[in-house]
């Protein structure tokens, strides 16, 4: 069997995909919440509930409605992109003014809500979510045996960012958006409608927060505290990242999730603290983070 | 963070109602045992130190810190593990909980004071986390199960904490002087320097202050004294568990804190009590206690920001309701 450093080759490339597939996530939370930051100046701390309640909402129209996988695709964006632009409209807009931790705090408390009636009616257990027909089984790329379903998820959420990056520096819409980022009454006074640009940033935000979670249905289980976890991880992948760069909140996502997986397979003890390891080197060396220009 | 501006006559008024609480809130703490089962006292005295340590921080230096829990259950750890496997006595497992989570302050606080705002949160919550991952997987800390059967002692060989009314009224004397020490840090020179850094950063650097090194201190005395509250629980439950050094419980003690009155002497303590006692009574309940919680603090933020004792004091010293806010 082929070896590398003292590891078969296979459990090595395993660990590698493992971390790729975290990756994926971790670069498209990062940046919903770099988006959200950038335009709102508040930090989502609801991103891992909104992930969570992507994967919920795909659980239940396949279980109540009998909604397959490929139409909760589109769906389960719709919805939970839609209750961000309510939540954004009822209580984020009166938040703009003061301090923005009042954003966080605000968010902090939403996620509990949101966890917390899905935990009251679901309890704390892990739903199986089942791999969509077509991507079902493996392929064999000669090297490894790779699931078709994680294949996909990697190309999805590659093909999800670099849309997300094109559409927002790219088009006419997405150059509002910057240029309502650096200076939003400039671009009030120039007739834009900064506030409507604002509701819809947060549920574009919150989209790909449920997009991601129904991603994640078929990988992970279902379960209401899928999200909290997650999201201080991501929070550490923004810190590294610094929120100053849609690419650069990409790139650090998925580097961080293959530097997850490495540590996996050298010295597993450490890799759920890798993250924050690597958080803490960052800020003694470049503390505005690897793409972030200072806060 | 803080939202009131106060003038100095204001700011006298304001001390004078503190002292009428103060004294009506000690007179009630010394008889409470005898009406209130002591357990749920202590809890509540514990938890209200820990606001109270809190808030030094996110109050009178302006810093969120997203990663309290940290200090709270990792001084549990400390104290429970010294008084059950090293066999020492209560007083000095509690000075150990002390050190250990002003160390732990320390360490954190150096990687946390280089970003502001919203990225020190982030960064308190993220170290924090980390150091929950250790205490899953460090030996000592005996890792779901946590350390159980923590014996309470004997008080400088003397005072025999397992008898309620023994440890009540020790509980209260090291929350009164934990309290007094935290109201003296924040009524001298260096509080002084504290506030104005949490009014304006960059003005207290112009004016010559090394605003890294008093941040960094408020962040350990801060911790230390969230440590105290610890240790102390670990020494009334006789146990420490993953649950105090959960992110959630970093939250619990921001909303007491907002709940109460951010930068107020006092209203961290309400706000205490008033979390505990409605996780008390939501326990026997069908009603998740996460779901109440995130509610109290969505109202809190949308409509309530200066919390109850600054609700009270912006209608007691401004009844007009000019107040800016």
């Given amino acids: 069997m082929t070896m590398i450093f003292g590891i078969p080759l296979q459990a090595f490339l395993g660990q590698l995909l493992v971390g790729l597939i975290n990756g994926s996530f971790y670069a498209m939370l990062s940046l919903g919440l770099a988006i959200i930051f950038g335009l709102l100046r508040v930090i989502n701390f609801a991103h891992g509930a909104q992930y969570m309640l992507g994967a919920f909402v795909g659980y239940l129209l396949l279980v109540h409605f009998g909604v397959g996988y490929w139409p909760a695709l589109l769906i389960v964006p719709i919805v939970v992109g839609i209750t961000g632009i309510i939540i954004e409209r009822l209580a984020l807009s009166k938040l703009y003014d003061i301090d923005p931790l009042y954003g966080l705090l605000f968010t902090f408390g939403l996620a509990l809500v949101i966890e917390g009636i899905f935990r009251y009616y679901f309890g704390v257990s892990g739903n199986p979510y089942s791999v969509p027909e077509l991507l079902a089984g493996g392929t064999n790329l000669g090297f490894m045996f790779l699931p078709n379903y994680r294949g996909w998820v990697v190309v999805a959420s590659l093909a999800v960012c670099l849309g997300t990056w094109f559409a927002i520096e790219k088009t006419k819409l997405g150059a509002y958006l910057r240029a309502a980022t650096e200076n939003p009454r400039l671009v009030q006074a120039f007739g834009v409608n900064v506030p409507l640009l604002l509701t819809l940033t947060y549920g574009l935000g919150s989209a790909l927060a449920g997009l991601a979670g129904i991603l994640a249905a078929p990988v992970y289980q279902v379960s209401p505290l899928m999200g909290s976890n997650l999201i201080i991880v991501v929070f550490a992948v923004v810190v590294v990242g610094g929120m100053g760069s849609i690419m650069g909140a990409i790139v650090t996502g998925y580097m961080l999730g293959l530097a997850e997986g490495l540590t996996k397979v050298f010295y597993p003890e450490a890799s759920n603290i890798v993250i924050f390891v690597i958080m803490a080197i960052v800020l003694l060396v470049r503390p505005a983070g690897l793409f972030g220009k200072d806060a | ?325």
């Fill in chain 2, 1 to 325: 963070m803080a939202e009131m501006t106060l003038s100095d006559a204001r700011v006298k008024a304001s001390a004078r109602l503190e002292w009428v609480l103060i004294a009506i809130g000690i007179v009630a703490l010394l008889a409470a045992p005898f009406f209130i089962y002591p357990i749920f006292m202590m809890k509540m005295l514990c938890f209200a130190l820990f606001a109270c340590a809190f808030n030094l921080l996110l109050g009178y230096t302006g810093l969120l810190s997203f990663g309290h829990a940290a200090f709270f259950g990792g001084a549990a750890y400390f104290t429970a593990h010294a008084v059950k496997v090293w066999g020492l006595p209560p007083e000095i497992g509690i000075l150990i909980g002390v050190i250990g989570a002003a160390i732990l302050g320390l360490i954190m606080g150096f990687f946390a004071i280089r970003r502001q705002g919203i990225y020190f949160a982030m960064i308190t919550l993220a170290l924090a986390q980390m150091f929950f991952f250790f205490c899953v997987q460090a030996a000592f800390t005996g890792g779901e199960d946590g350390i159980q059967g923590v014996p309470r002692g004997m008080l400088f060989g003397l005072v025999d904490l397992h008898k309620e009314f023994n440890i009540y009224y020790f509980v209260l004397v090291v929350f009164l002087l934990g309290v007094f020490a935290i109201w003296r840090i924040v009524n001298s020179p260096f509080g002084m320097i504290l506030r104005s850094i949490r009014e304006n950063e960059n003005r207290a650097i112009s004016l010559g202050y090394s605003v890294a090194n008093y941040k960094l201190a408020a962040f350990v005395m801060s911790a230390a004294l969230s440590g105290l509250a610890g240790s102390l629980k670990a020494i009334i439950f006789q146990f420490a568990t993953l649950t105090d050094v959960a992110w959630q419980m970093s939250g619990e003690v921001i909303l007491m804190t907002l709940l109460g009155g951010i930068g107020t002497m006092v209203g961290p303590i309400i706000g205490a009590g008033l979390v505990v006692g409605l996780q008390n009574s939501l326990a026997t309940s069908d009603f998740p206690v996460t779901i109440a919680t995130g509610l109290i603090f969505m109202v809190c933020v949308l409509i309530f920001r200066r919390g109850i004792v600054g609700e009270l004091y912006a209608r007691v010293l401004n009844p007009s309701g000019s107040d800016k806010g």
